[in-house]
């Protein structure tokens, strides 16, 4: 029974020493951003200089896609 309880004690120490679940969750709290601001940006009741940039702007890369593939 004290060999599990030591385990479990040094199991706890190296999990509150890791650092890699921190980084981690920064990258989700980016990702929510990154999300936040698209969905900002192309809301689709809203007209604007942005949305109609990028808009225009990815419409031209697809026909150039298309255009370039053939089809």
């Not at 601001?37 to 990815?58: D, E, H, R, Y």
Request: proline content about 0%.
């Amino acid at each position: 029974m004290l060999r599990y309880y030591v385990r479990s004690i040094d199991e706890l120490k190296s999990l509150r020493a890791d650092k890699d679940g921190v980084v981690s969750f920064e990258y989700v709290i980016l990702a929510a951003c990154i999300i936040t601001m698209v969905a900002a940006v192309f809301n689709v009741g809203t007209s604007g200089t942005i949305k109609n940039t990028l808009s225009n702007a990815m419409s031209t890369i697809g026909t150039a896609v298309i255009t370039a593939v053939g089809g």
